[in-house]
């Protein structure tokens, strides 16, 4: 198939379709879709997007976990005002 077939059948013109060989990173991911739909594997984008297979995704997200997670103290119950009785009514 040519590069001109292949962009008509993308929606897309011959340049963009020249960026997505590129790797041109303003392409849209709907323009990559349009590509693989036309070759007949848009399976794949679900492989490509998948965060259990996105090792570097992983890595950098395991950088930002909190090392260490301090619980919250526990205050014993202070009872609401509305449940006191007026002590000075005694």
């Known amino acids: 198939m040519s590069t001109e077939d292949f962009a008509e059948r993308m929606g897309v013109s011959r340049s963009t379709l020249a960026r997505l060989e590129r790797g041109d990173s303003g392409i849209s ?3 990559l879709a349009a590509a693989l739909q036309a070759l007949g594997e848009l399976d794949r984008l679900r492989e490509l997007v998948n965060p ?3 090792d570097a ?3 950098l997200s395991g950088q930002t976990i909190p090392q260490r997670i301090r619980r919250t103290r526990r205050y014993p119950h202070v009872p609401s005002a509305a449940g006191r ?3 000075s009514a005694w």
């Open 29 to 31: 991911i709907g323009n």
């Open 52 to 54: 259990a297979r996105d």
């Open 57 to 59: 995704g992983l890595l």
């Open 85 to 87: 009785r007026d002590e």
